[in-house]
């Protein structure tokens, strides 16, 4: 998955038919939330700085101070090359993948734009990767493990 995964960002970066623009919102509590250890999330974060430098890709970040959006499930809007194409919205939920056309991609695309309106600038979006990872450069490097800080309920005793 992983490999398929790379080479999909490759081909929409740089392949015969590249992207005309990558917009992605990230809320910040994602930051804070480590996922497979502390050096991969470091990696991925650094990644993140990477691509925000990118001239086709503008990553967004949702600070906390916004608290939570009215949609908080992660969506994608995709708009096709071709004219006759009709735009649409990919979600991926645990009962499976939903699309949605017509009038409903009008509806995701407006909360894209509050959330893009409520994200810090892209220089701050910089400021924000390089907290969080200095945030994670100082806890174990098995922080966000499934076996770190993990307590056995039937071996508390009850006070």
């Not at 990558?22 to 930051?31: D, G, H, M, Q, R």
């Not at 810090?120 to 994670?136: C, E, F, M, N, Q």
Request: proline share 5%; glycine share 6%; with cysteine.
């Amino acid at each position: 998955r992983v490999e398929i995964r790379a080479e999909r960002q490759w081909q929409l970066l740089h392949g015969e038919y590249p992207l005309k623009k990558l917009k992605v919102i990230i809320a910040e509590e994602a930051f804070l939330r480590p996922v497979g250890g502390r050096d991969p999330m470091i990696e991925q974060l650094e990644h993140l700085k990477k691509m925000n430098s990118h001239p086709l890709v503008a990553l967004y970040v949702v600070p906390l101070s916004i608290g939570v959006h009215a949609l908080a499930a992660p969506f994608t809007v995709i708009t096709f090359w071709h004219a006759l194409d009709q735009e649409a919205v990919y979600l991926e939920t645990v009962a499976g993948e939903l699309w949605v056309e017509g009038q409903g991609v009008q509806n995701y695309e407006r909360v894209f734009e509050e959330l893009v309106a409520d994200s810090v600038s892209k220089t701050d979006t910089v400021k924000v990767i390089d907290a969080a990872i200095r945030r994670l450069a100082c806890q174990p490097a098995e922080i966000g493990s499934r076996h770190y800080g993990w307590v056995d309920l039937a071996q508390v005793q009850p006070q």
